[in-house]
Nanobody
Framework: QVQLVESGGGLVQPGGSLRLSCVVS????????MSWYRQAPGKERELVAR????????NYLDSVKGRFTISRDYYKNTVYLQMNSLKPEDTAVYYC?????????????WGQGTQVTVSS
């Protein structure tokens, strides 16, 4: 059974930090690119950060570059998103995603999401 379980969201003041975690099971973690997406009310889901299966150079949404860091732990089957200098516009539900593209077939797994609210 595939599971992606996010945690670490919450309420934080502007300028604060949070670390999101996503623990995965039910598939081979090492074979999948891992990403964090977010969706704010009334907006489309957007890609925040992605790290490849081999931990190649991560990609970031322009608005989070220099503030957010994505990383993965192969022993713990976990991907993290360290978020610093948080801004109110970072408020959203954050989703963990696992993706594998093989032989032109894309496999996507999603977590249930964790709420991040940045407010004073």
């Amino acid at each position: 059974q595939v599971q992606l379980v996010e945690s670490g969201g919450g309420l934080v003041q502007p300028g604060g930090s949070l670390r999101l975690s996503c623990v995965v099971s039910g598939f081979i973690f090492n074979n999948f690119d891992m990403s964090w997406y977010r969706q704010a009310p009334g907006k489309e889901r957007e890609l925040v950060a992605r790290i490849t299966a081999t931990s190649g150079s991560p990609n970031y949404l322009d608005s989070v570059k220099g503030r957010f860091t994505i990383s993965r732990d192969y022993y713990k089957n976990t991907v993290y998103l360290q978020m610093n200098s948080l801004k109110p516009e970072d408020t959203a539900v954050y989703y963990c995603n696992a993706r594998r593209v093989r032989s032109l077939r894309t496999t996507d797994y999603w977590g249930q999401g964790t709420q991040v609210t940045v407010s004073s």
